[in-house]
């Protein structure tokens, strides 16, 4: 078992636009934090595998194959690894938890 302080992670991060940092990798799962100030988007991109993304701070949106859910703090989004596209913009400073699964190929 390991524990991580996710508030410690996240204020060890430099302020840019956006900064992004894996914290844990195995043969199973990524886990990463993001940190996305007011108005920067992360451009569409493809997953190869799910990603649950948990908003620990702020307010923004998620665009997943063309369809635009809000984003807030305490919400809980799983994008399949099926979708074709997906993207995040920040409406105010977001930070938010990341972890990909990773599937054995």
Same mark, same amino acid.
């Given at each position: ?7 410690k992670?996240?204020?060890s ?10 914290? %844990?990798?195995? $043969?199973?799962?990524?886990?990463? !934090?993001? +940190?996305? @100030?007011?108005?920067t #988007?992360?451009?569409?991109? %493809?997953?190869? $595998?799910?990603?649950?993304?948990? !908003?620990? +701070?702020? @307010?923004?949106?998620? #665009? ?7 984003l ?16 995040i913009h ?16």
């Amino acid at each position: 078992m390991e524990t991580f302080n996710i508030k410690k992670i996240l204020d060890s991060l430099e302020r840019r636009p956006l900064n992004k940092q894996v914290f %844990k990798t195995t $043969n199973h799962l990524k886990a990463q !934090v993001m +940190k996305l @100030e007011t108005g920067t #988007t992360i451009p569409p991109c %493809k997953m190869d $595998n799910d990603v649950l993304f948990y !908003v620990l +701070k702020g @307010e923004g949106t998620i #665009t997943v194959d063309n369809e635009t859910s809000g984003l807030g703090t305490g919400d809980c989004i799983v994008v399949p690894h099926q979708a074709e596209s997906r993207s995040i913009h920040a409406v105010t400073d977001l930070e938010i938890l990341a972890v990909q699964g990773i599937s054995n190929k």
